[in-house]
């Protein structure tokens, strides 16, 4: 089993920063894919940032290139969304994911095998 919490959430100004962190507990995070899915009020949620366990592939969503960066850091067991040049649009809720496989963040039907409890994220205007 794995255990994902997820921190760093909260209000900010359009244009402003914000990190989130995802600390990961249970068995064999270093050989785990991961990713940051967001969820806005009314629509459903979607696959925003994603890295291979080696951090060799990042992938982002089209809406947050150039602004959002995925990280991580293995001997932490922890994953970072670095998300600058905020937007009212980026408010939502983001939840952490991880799964052994990384073709699963892409598969709607399948999706990753464990999820954080998300952390809401709001863009003021």
């Known amino acids: 089993q794995v255990q994902l919490v997820e921190s760093g959430g909260g209000l900010v100004q359009a244009g402003g920063s914000l990190r989130l962190s995802c600390a990961a507990s249970?068995?064999?995070?270093?050989?785990?894919?991961m990713g940051w899915f967001r969820q806005a009020p009314g629509k459903e949620r979607g696959l925003v940032a994603a890295?291979?366990?080696?951090?060799?592939?990042?992938y982002y969503v089209d809406s947050v290139k150039g602004r959002f960066t995925i990280s991580r850091d293995n001997t932490k067991n922890t994953v970072y969304l670095q998300m600058n040049s905020l937007k009212p649009e980026d408010t939502a809720v983001y939840y952490c994911?991880?799964?052994?496989?990384?073709?699963?963040?892409?598969?709607?039907?399948?999706?990753?095998?464990?999820w954080g409890q998300g952390t809401q994220v709001t863009v003021s205007s």
């Open positions: 890295i291979s366990w080696s951090g060799d592939f990042t």
């Open positions: 249970g068995r064999a995070f270093s050989r785990r894919a």
């Open positions: 994911a991880a799964d052994l496989v990384l073709d699963h963040f892409f598969t709607t039907t399948r999706g990753p095998d464990y």
